[in-house]
């Protein structure tokens, strides 16, 4: 699944309700954290996107919402062409993964436990990647694969 953050902001949202309904066949659900402005994180603050806050307050709401660390990945635009706005550089993503899965790395928003089985991240699109010279997959490919 690829939902738009404000699908994913709230349990009650019919796309979060979906994806709560098939969790036992979800292979995973990387959110658009792009193209969105500022969003309510899971501790009920705002959070502009482009951030690392904004990143780990948001999958935060899917992770305590009953998707499994397994099924939750960061979905953003691998450069500033690849979307209008919402671009994070490699190591901003890099970050947001250590956070979730360690503890480290966070900004001012730390999650209350860590989540290490977290699926990894995704990019929009390997298209944009490739014309930015594969720098967000030469970054963020081999940490993910460096994560618990």
Known sequence: M???????QSTGT???????????????????YYNSGSMLGC???????GSVDFLTALACIQL??????????????????GA?????SPSIVNNALDCLTRGTGCGSF???R????????MTWSTNWDATAG?????????????LP
């Open 114 to 121: 860590t989540y290490p089985a977290l699926r990894g991240a």
């Open 84 to 88: 209008g706005s919402g671009y994070v």
């Open 14 to 32: 019919e796309y979060f309700k979906t994806a709560l309904a098939v969790k036992d066949i979800l292979t995973v659900v990387n959110m658009q």
């Open 64 to 81: 305590e919402g009953g998707l499994d660390a397994s099924q939750v990945g960061l979905g953003v635009p691998a450069s500033p062409r």
């Open 2 to 8: 690829a939902p738009q953050t404000i699908d994913m």
């Open 134 to 146: 594969n720098a967000w997959s030469n970054a963020v490919g081999p940490h993910v694969h460096g």
């Open 110 to 112: 730390k999650p209350a």
């Open 43 to 49: 501790d009920g603050k705002v959070y502009s996107q």
